[in-house]
């Protein structure tokens, strides 16, 4: 953005001071004096040289699975088997300290222990639990490193995930996706840098909303672009009948004409980005069926992935997706998986969403390795925060629900630089405190940058007065996850 | 001439206004061209000083020979040219000065300086004509310029040289070189050291030892100063260098000095730690532990400075940047793969926009490209001679590509590559067999190729021990379950008269089977679906997907309506709990809500928990009416917090003439499921007393208590309505 802009304002007021002073060098000079912030917003917009990592990095694209809603890290790799030991039993006070609960749950005047139903077992070198909710993601856990010490701020879905996804509660800043495609440009310029994919599981949904892939601040390119649930990830993308390539190249070139005449006239930067995305459009014509041929898929990709990728909008038929999207050269592929909302009724609500995405998650991770990309690639898989080690509601014989907990819970990632069949960080006996080696959403967000290749500190841009960052003022590269 | 001279007394006045505004605004905010310009002022420096000082034998020259007019033209035509010329180096002045880097105080002087001989020069001019009678006087001003210029490029020559540059003493570099950073490098080498040159050594080295301090070495370091030893070891607070570094900025003993470089606060705290630890020369930073607060305080250091990463050096020359723009198109990628590295990657896009020429133009870049992907492209085995020249490749991804292996054997040339990924293309093993001992080869991927289990056995015992990845190979004994048909448009669930239903599942070699009579299918059970079913008023169908090899789907359960009786007009007569915008228009606005998953039950459906579904239907005049159909949302497997939609216990149905004249004329109870079940969207037909109805009154009642099998047994069940048929 700020080049256009930069254009625009250089147009003008070149134009402007020329005719007034004519003095060609020594008006630019002072030209630039005066107006410095409009002609070369570029030296405070930031450090970096954009469109290029900085230093040579260890994933250049990323994959992330977010489980929208929130898994219970209690039943998925944060074994603790003291709370089935202690089932029914008060939380000690000792252990919540005071701190701060949902509205949902705040006014229980119990707070009973619950253990998970699921049960769990070792895997991999690391001897990682995982629960037997997930046996396709414990078959890849030699090339995953479970972080049990996540922890964020927000205690609610909207704030959380947006803080996860903005570094920022608020949600007026750009997501990472936005991010990366601001600090390192687009691999493919037949695609969008940054997509996003939707699917929704049988659990407890909560919604997502489009502020999450925003581009905040940033040119409007950087935005995420959803990609449809339907047969046609992209709609409208054939050309009308009767119409053929060439008259639709004409019609485009005729557009743009008139395009670059406002652009002239109004020199609104969001004219110039709306050619970009039309150019982008025309040319993805061809990009995205390549995208939805499966034919140069084996036939073992569908076992892989299980017959439900072959159904658009589905979790698996995502992840399948998202692998070619990423193959393809798409920076960062963003899917939302709702449903993890597990308030109550948690033992159907996880074994229907688990039976969702196990499989696929795990295929992806497959996926991109047999075909050389994962070293490459990075895969997150983690919600938003964790879920309470006592039970919401009251405790059923076959049945729970468990709250909002932001004070620990777990993710995984996968290739990238990542140091691959390792579990970082420990909480305590109760799942509830972390004992060691905590990892904010800041810390993450500066790993997740680092191993792109840029320094979470230097990528910034400056918007009404400030440079803001991904991390804000936050943030430490987590070097204990890092290969 | 005198044209010529008021052209430039104009110019040095635009020139001097600028002098003005550059003494008041910082420059560095100019853009790099204009900074550029800056790098001139040593190469016109030299003007002014050598005209200034030519000035004084030719003012005499000129004093001598006033009857020369011609000459006395000359000299006022030498002022102005001496006059720009010193401005324009001035200003060229300030935009070096902005690129930092010089010493403060002898910059300050410098600069006031070489304004000062700009606007003096410039004053010359005037001066001469105002003392023209008066010699002294010019004489003086003259005797003036000169000093201020000798002062002024003194203090320029300070900047530029060094402090004490006529001192007449040998000055030598420090010597000490900082070190890539590495893991086996020392912490004091590697970290310690290079601060102390970069921020500390400016003062005190061998020649200038301020404070009798010299940092070239441990030893001197240890040895201190006037003021004691540098620090003490183990004891951070007690020692020297920290306490000097923690005073005010403003203390006179604070170190580094005001208007030097600082320190970072990871540099103090370096420091600190380093001391703290035994100020230890040898310790490596490898030996330090995972949670060592050094090496955590070091690393932290290291990720602020790309610069001190250990980078993989490349030995050959960057491409041109021109090359490199030629090159790239959005059908062909071209990347360095970081901003300081020589290292490019290719990658191509759009398979119909490949050819080999596009790859023949990259040999123009071939030395420098590292990382090489084609996949996907309709490349085949021509490839291989183009590619055995990018001597310098380390990566090339062959994936999905039409290549058949044959030319595989140039690769060998490769004598860098480390990964070749061949997934998903027909190679065979004997195709690899040449590259089994390229020397940095450490990966293949070889998925869904040619090359079988026995196969890569065979190979691995024949090649040197590098990763092969097979991929992935199901697991015969794990058999998956098939998804669920479903309609071909979900558009169409609510059908015209002429309108058929269509089935699909995108399984490649998928049955359907269904039924329409309310049994369940199986494998064996049920009509295959080969043709479009017509529509009737009401069908409900079951269907699974069955293949060989696979679990049958599970059975799903999709109504299909065709469009009943128009309503003329409706109205709700009870509040719903969800959906209240669109009211009743949802319950009559032919489109179904999904029900598969339970989406849309924002927007597509009337919910209601606290009361029953109360509505009023208008009809034309006297329209016969033989059955009501209402679709409701069956969610007993659904989770707690979106409400649990149940069937519901009760539906009575009033008809007559007019709202004030109503009797029923239809009930139904629909069973209450005794175990949970798929979810779905579940139609009620109610036969109703034939007859001609103007408007007809719906109650639907919802179930008291959930069941006592459901987890939330005891609570309130709802009712989800969508839709609401007349036929």
Redesign the interface.
């Known amino acids: 953005m700020e080049n256009q802009e930069k254009q625009f304002r250089l147009n003008v007021t070149r134009r402007h001071f020329l005719t007034k002073a004519g003095?060609g060098?020594?008006s630019?000079?002072?030209g630039?004096?005066l107006f410095?912030d409009q002609?070369?917003g570029a030296?405070d917009a930031s450090s970096?040289?954009l469109g290029?990592?900085?230093?040579?990095?260890k994933a250049k694209r990323i994959i992330y699975l977010f489980q929208n809603g929130a898994p219970s890290q209690l039943e998925t790799f944060d074994y603790k088997p003291l709370l089935n030991k202690m089932h029914g039993e008060e939380l000690p006070a000792s252990i919540r300290m005071g701190q701060r609960l949902t509205g949902m749950t705040a006014n229980q005047d119990k707070f009973p222990l619950i253990g998970s139903t699921f049960g769990f077992s070792q895997y991999g070198q690391s001897g990682a639990w995982i629960s037997s909710l997930f046996p396709n993601m414990a078959s890849i856990a030699d090339d995953i490193c479970i972080v049990k010490t996540m922890n964020t701020e927000a205690i609610n879905h909207d704030p959380a995930l947006t803080f996860f996804q903005t570094g920022s509660q608020q949600g007026n800043r750009p997501s990472m996706g936005a991010w990366m495609s601001y600090g390192l440009g687009s691999?493919?310029?037949?695609l969008p840098a940054y997509t996003v994919l939707l699917s929704?599981?049988?659990?407890?949904?909560q919604g997502v909303y489009s502020k999450l892939w925003s581009n905040g601040f940033l040119d409007s390119v950087h935005q995420g672009v959803v990609f449809s649930s339907g047969e046609n990830p992209v709609l409208y993308l054939n050309n009308p009948e009767g119409q053929d390539k060439k008259s639709r190249r004409d019609m485009l070139d005729e557009l743009a004409k008139f395009n670059s005449e406002a652009f002239e006239n109004f020199g609104d930067p969001e004219i110039n980005t709306r050619i970009k995305q039309y150019e982008m459009s025309y040319?993805m014509q061809?990009?995205v069926p390549?995208l939805t041929d499966l034919s140069?898929e084996?036939d073992?990709t569908?076992?892989?992935y299980?017959?439900?990728c072959?159904?658009p909008g589905?979790y698996a038929a995502n992840c399948l997706l998202a692998r070619k999207l990423s193959?393809?050269?798409v920076r960062f592929v963003q899917l939302y998986h709702q449903?993890w909302?597990?308030?109550?009724?948690l033992a159907?609500?996880m074994t229907m969403q688990a039976e969702d995405v196990d499989r696929a998650s795990a295929?992806l991770v497959?996926?991109l390795?047999?075909?050389?990309?994962l070293d490459e690639t990075l895969v997150i898989w983690g919600g938003e925060f964790g879920r309470t080690n006592y039970c919401q509601g009251k405790i059923?014989k076959d049945?729970y629900?468990r709250d909002h907990h932001p004070k620990c819970f777990s993710i995984w990632m996968a290739g990238g630089g990542i140091k691959p069949g390792t579990v970082y960080g420990e909480t305590d006996e109760f799942g509830y405190n972390i004992t060691r080696d905590p990892v904010s959403v800041h810390d993450f967000h500066a790993t997740v940058l680092?191993l792109m290749?840029i320094?979470h500190?230097q990528l910034t841009y400056k918007h009404l007065g400030r440079r803001y960052r991904l991390t804000d003022v936050a943030g430490?590269?987590v070097?204990?996850i890092i290969a | 001439m005198s044209r010529h001279l008021s052209v430039l007394s104009n110019l040095i006045i635009?020139?001097q206004v600028?002098l003005i505004?550059f003494c008041f605004?910082d420059?560095s905010?100019?853009?790099p061209y204009?900074m550029f310009?800056g790098r001139f002022h040593p190469l016109i420096l030299h003007l002014p000083i050598s005209l200034i000082i030519l000035l004084i034998p030719f003012s005499f020259y000129v004093q001598r020979r006033k009857e020369h007019t011609d000459l006395n033209s000359l000299f006022e035509l030498v002022l102005h040219y001496i006059a720009i010329i010193a401005t324009l180096t001035a200003l060229a002045g300030f935009l070096l000065a902005a690129g930092g880097g010089y010493e403060p105080a002898a910059l300050q002087f410098h600069k006031w300086l070489g304004v000062a001989i700009a606007f003096v020069s410039h004053a010359l001019i005037y001066l001469r004509k105002a003392f023209v009678s008066r010699l002294a006087f010019w004489n003086t001003s003259l005797l003036a310029t000169l000093m201020l210029t000798i002062t002024g490029s003194h203090y320029g020559g300070t900047l530029t040289h060094g402090e004490g540059f006529f001192a007449f003493k040998e000055k030598k570099e420090s010597g000490v070189v900082i070190p890539t950073f590495t893991e086996k490098t020392t912490v004091f080498a590697g970290a310690v050291q290079p601060v102390l040159m970069a921020k500390c050594a400016y003062c005190h080295n061998d020649q200038k030892m301020k404070g009798g301090l010299n940092m070239k070495d441990i030893a001197s370091m240890i040895k201190g100063g006037k003021n004691g030893a540098m620090w003490v070891s183990g004891d951070p607070e007690k020692s020297l260098m920290i306490q000097r570094m923690l005073l005010d900025l403003d203390d006179k003993n604070h170190m580094p000095p005001k208007g030097k470089t600082q320190l970072s606060s990871a540099e103090m705290h370096l420091f600190a730690e380093w001391i703290r630890a035994g100020a230890n020369a040898k310790k490596t930073y490898h030996a330090l532990a995972?949670t060592d607060t050094l090496k955590?305080i070091i690393?932290?250091i290291i990720?602020?400075d790309?610069t001190l990463?250990e980078?993989?050096v490349y030995a050959f020359e960057a491409a041109s940047a021109s090359s490199i723009k030629k090159l790239n198109s959005?059908?062909r990628?071209i990347?360095?793969?970081?901003?300081?590295?020589p290292a490019l990657s290719v990658?191509f896009?759009?398979?119909?926009?490949f050819t080999l020429e596009l790859l023949k133009e990259c040999k123009s870049i071939g030395d420098q490209i590292v990382e090489l992907s084609l996949?996907?492209m309709p490349a085949d085995d021509q490839i291989f001679p183009i590619i055995s020249s990018f001597t310098n490749l380390e990566k090339l991804?062959l994936?999905?590509t039409s290549i058949t292996g044959k030319g595989l054997t140039e690769l060998a040339e490769l004598k860098k590559l480390e990964?070749?990924?061949v997934?998903?293309t027909s190679i065979k093993a004997d195709d690899l067999s040449s590259l089994l001992k390229m020397p940095a080869l450490k990966?293949i991927?070889i998925?869904?190729s040619k090359i079988s289990e026995a196969d890569l056995t065979t190979l691995k015992s024949k090649s040197k021990p590098i990763h092969w990845?097979?991929?992935?190979?199901?697991n015969k004994t794990e058999v998956?379950?098939?998804?669920v048909p479903?309609p071909a448009d979900k558009d169409k669930m609510i059908l015209d008269n002429e309108e058929y239903i269509v089935l699909k599942n995108?399984?490649p070699n998928a049955k359907i089977r269904y039924t329409t009579d309310g049994t369940t299918p199986d494998s064996l059970t049920g009509q295959v679906f080969t043709n479009p079913i017509p529509a009737t008023n009401l069908l409900r169908i079951k269907a699974i997907t069955t293949a060989p090899g696979?679990i049958s789907s599970e059975v799903t359960d999709i109504s299909f309506y065709r469009k009943g009786i128009s309503v003329d007009s409706a109205k709700l007569l009870t509040e719903p709990s969800r959906g209240g915008p669109l009211g009743i228009k949802i319950l009559i606005d032919l489109k179904k809500g999904l029900s598969q998953?339970?989406?849309q039950l924002y927007t597509s459906w009337l919910g209601f928990v606290n009361n029953p579904l109360k509505a009023g239907f208008y009809f034309k005049k006297n329209t016969p009416i033989n059955k009501v159909v209402i679709s409701t949302a069956d969610m007993t497997?659904?989770?707690?917090?979106?409400g649990n939609p149940f069937p519901p216990r009760k539906i009575v149905i009033k008809g007559g003439p007019d709202p004030k004249h109503l009797k029923q004329i239809g009930t139904a109870s629909p069973e209450v499921p005794s175990a949970r079940r798929p979810?779905a969207s579940i139609p009620y037909i109610v036969s109703i007393e034939p007859g001609t109805y103007n408007y007809i009154e719906l109650e639907v009642h919802q179930l008291a208590k959930l069941p006592s099998w459901h987890?939330?047994k005891g609570q309130k069940a709802w009712v989800f309505v969508d839709e609401v048929f007349f036929y």
């Open positions: 003095l060098f020594g630019a000079a002072l630039s004096l410095k002609l070369f030296n970096l040289p290029l990592a900085q230093y040579a990095p691999e493919n310029a037949n929704r599981g049988r659990g407890n949904g040319r061809s990009a390549e140069k084996s073992n569908i076992k892989m299980g017959p439900d072959l159904v589905t193959e393809s050269g449903g909302d597990t308030h109550g009724n159907n609500d295929a497959k996926d390795k047999q075909r050389g990309l059923d049945n629900g680092h290749g320094n500190e430490q590269v070097n204990g | 635009v020139l600028f505004v605004v420059v905010v100019l853009p204009v310009a995972e955590k690393a932290k990720e602020t790309p990463k980078e993989k959005p059908f990628t990347r360095q793969l970081s901003a300081n590295s990658t896009f759009l398979q119909e926009k996949s996907g991804n994936n999905a990964q070749l990924s997934a998903s990966s991927y998925w869904n990845e097979l991929g992935y190979i199901p998956l379950q098939l998804s479903l995108p399984m696979w998953t339970g989406d497997g659904s989770s707690s917090s979106g979810n987890p939330e």
